[in-house]
């Protein structure tokens, strides 16, 4: 017995098996149950006491009715009796009630009571007859309907069933709850927080899953942790001889191959600091140094470097201009980028910057009209290293890590960034930002 507890304890399957059996069982009760209930009290008929039957002529007054038969008296002593009198005869058929549920002339003999009067039977039901001048007496009780009995064994058969299925569903409810537990966990687990774990003291089927998806959390964080660790100190190790080649490079002659040098070295050394940003803003709890600035200055100041761009920098802030709690080198980091792919891609044509405050939460656009990022590339684009050439071409500049760092910083902050392209038309990057970061403000 306690291994068959075991059993269904450790096994989903055999839990809702069970569940559901009863259930069914359960059901087929309550029906047998009401259809027999309902078929016993739809029509209530007693057996006719014997005390009536050995004294049918002092109790059924036929001489009162009279030959021939007096169909008032009749009626009269029907209503007293509460039966039902039927009077045949070669010339007449009679009934006291309009609606004769017997036929009378099929039933058969059961034992005689007197000289004239004996007991018949249809349908397990006793019918008394007397036979007096010439007309036959048949006697038989009315049926007692009893509809509000039969509607109450119906409300109560009803009643019971919604029970049963209520307290199944709370039982399967209760038996599946790890289930929303698990996807929760898993969407978490999706959108990065690698740190999560699912709880559970389950031993069935549901808990070996829960252990799993834990067990998998756990390897994904430990490999990427790695991942990052090996990238964050390679990095660092490449600084060293980057920093050596860049000294060497000073005491070489002036020409076209050491300022070609001297680039390939500063795109290397920028990718190195890039890929450490990344990395610090990847981290569960990036730190941020956030402090209160307005935020349109803040912009236009970032702005001010560009004045020498050719196709001209238009930069709109929306008024009153709102103070924003932000880490503003990041926030410069993620606007130079921007501003800096704009100035690129832009072809020598206008570039428009706007700052506004919907919903008291802040809108960066900068916007361009340079040759824009065809749609197929635009849900990857702010991923690490991808660059879709027709638009982005290495020879242009540029890591393939700018777009995704801007992500990242304004996710740090709690924010967004959307991009909006069309090939030949530029692009519209968008960065909303709360007032304060998420982290800063919990």
């Given at each position: 017995?306690?291994?068959?507890?075991?059993?269904?304890?450790?096994?989903?399957?055999?839990?809702?098996?069970?569940?559901?059996?009863?259930?069914?069982?359960?059901?087929?009760?309550?029906?047998?149950?009401?259809?027999?209930?309902?078929?016993?009290?739809?029509?209530?008929?007693?057996?006719?006491?014997?005390?009536?039957?050995?004294?049918?002529?002092?109790?059924?007054?036929?001489?009162?009715?009279?030959?021939?038969?007096?169909?008032?008296?009749?009626?009269?002593?029907?209503?007293?009796?509460?039966?039902?009198?039927?009077?045949?005869?070669?010339?007449?058929?009679?009934?006291?009630?309009?609606?004769?549920?017997?036929?009378?002339?099929?039933?058969?003999?059961?034992?005689?009571?007197?000289?004239?009067?004996?007991?018949?039977?249809?349908?397990?039901?006793?019918?008394?007859?007397?036979?007096?001048?010439?007309?036959?007496?048949?006697?038989?009780?009315?049926?007692?309907?009893?509809?509000?009995?039969?509607?109450?064994?119906?409300?109560?058969?009803?009643?019971?069933?919604?029970?049963?299925?209520?307290?199944?569903?709370?039982?399967?409810?209760?038996?599946?709850?790890?289930?929303?537990?698990?996807?929760?966990?898993?969407?978490?687990?999706?959108?990065?927080?690698?740190?999560?774990?699912?709880?559970?003291?389950?031993?069935?089927e549901l808990g070996e899953l829960t252990e799993s998806i834990n067990h998998m959390a756990d390897s994904l964080q430990s490999m990427?942790?790695?991942?990052?660790?090996?990238?964050?100190?390679?990095?660092?190790?490449?600084?060293?001889?980057?920093?050596?080649?860049?000294?060497?490079?000073?005491?070489?002659?002036?020409?076209?191959?050491?300022?070609?040098?001297?680039?390939?070295?500063?795109?290397?050394?920028?990718?190195?600091?890039?890929?450490?940003?990344?990395?610090?803003?990847?981290?569960?709890?990036?730190?941020?140094?956030?402090?209160?600035?307005?935020?349109?200055?803040?912009?236009?100041?970032?702005?001010?470097?560009?004045?020498?761009?050719?196709?001209?920098?238009?930069?709109?802030?929306?008024?009153?201009?709102?103070?924003?709690?932000?880490?503003?080198?990041?926030?410069?980091?993620?606007?130079?980028?921007?501003?800096?792919?704009?100035?690129?891609?832009?072809?020598n044509r206008p570039i428009r910057v706007n700052v506004s405050f919907p919903d008291g939460q802040a809108e960066i656009e900068v916007?361009?009209?340079?040759?824009?990022?065809?749609?197929?590339?635009?849900?990857?684009?702010?991923?690490?290293?991808?660059?879709?050439?027709?638009?982005?071409?290495?020879?242009?500049?540029?890591?393939?890590?700018?777009?995704?760092?801007?992500?990242?910083?304004?996710?740090?902050?709690?924010?967004?960034?959307?991009?909006?392209?069309?090939?030949?038309?530029?692009?519209?990057?968008?960065?909303?930002?709360?007032?304060?970061?998420?982290?800063?403000?919990?």
């Amino acid at each position: 017995m306690n291994a068959l507890i075991q059993s269904i304890r450790r096994s989903l399957f055999l839990r809702l098996l069970l569940i559901f059996g009863t259930t069914v069982l359960l059901f087929f009760i309550i029906i047998f149950w009401s259809l027999r209930l309902v078929t016993d009290t739809g029509n209530t008929i007693d057996a006719i006491p014997d005390f009536f039957t050995r004294n049918i002529d002092s109790i059924i007054d036929i001489e009162s009715i009279g030959s021939p038969p007096n169909l008032a008296n009749a009626m009269r002593l029907a209503e007293e009796l509460g039966w039902t009198i039927q009077i045949r005869s070669p010339i007449m058929r009679w009934s006291s009630d309009t609606d004769d549920r017997i036929d009378v002339t099929q039933a058969e003999f059961d034992h005689t009571l007197s000289a004239d009067a004996e007991i018949r039977r249809i349908g397990g039901e006793d019918i008394i007859m007397v036979e007096r001048g010439g007309y036959e007496f048949y006697l038989y009780q009315r049926a007692v309907p009893e509809p509000a009995i039969n509607y109450l064994v119906l409300y109560v058969g009803f009643t019971l069933a919604a029970l049963v299925l209520l307290i199944n569903y709370f039982m399967v409810n209760r038996l599946l709850s790890p289930v929303r537990l698990l996807k929760q966990g898993a969407e978490r687990i999706r959108n990065g927080d690698l740190g999560f774990r699912v709880d559970s003291d389950r031993q069935d089927e549901l808990g070996e899953l829960t252990e799993s998806i834990n067990h998998m959390a756990d390897s994904l964080q430990s490999m990427l942790e790695a991942k990052r660790q090996l990238l964050l100190a390679i990095s660092h190790e490449l600084r060293s001889p980057l920093a050596k080649a860049k000294l060497r490079l000073e005491f070489l002659d002036e020409s076209e191959q050491t300022d070609q040098l001297r680039e390939d070295i500063n795109d290397i050394d920028l990718l190195i600091a890039d890929l450490i940003e990344a990395e610090r803003l990847n981290q569960e709890h990036s730190v941020l140094v956030a402090e209160a600035v307005r935020l349109g200055g803040f912009v236009r100041s970032v702005t001010e470097q560009y004045v020498e761009y050719k196709g001209s920098l238009e930069v709109k802030i929306a008024r009153p201009d709102l103070e924003f709690h932000i880490d503003k080198l990041r926030i410069r980091l993620l606007l130079t980028n921007l501003l800096n792919n704009a100035v690129r891609h832009g072809e020598n044509r206008p570039i428009r910057v706007n700052v506004s405050f919907p919903d008291g939460q802040a809108e960066i656009e900068v916007i361009d009209r340079g040759e824009g990022i065809p749609a197929e590339h635009l849900k990857q684009i702010a991923e690490p290293f991808y660059r879709a050439d027709s638009a982005r071409r290495r020879n242009t500049g540029g890591t393939g890590l700018g777009l995704y760092l801007c992500r990242l910083i304004a996710e740090a902050h709690g924010g967004a960034l959307e991009i909006e392209s069309e090939a030949g038309e530029g692009a519209r990057v968008i960065v909303r930002l709360p007032r304060r970061p998420v982290a800063a403000s919990q």
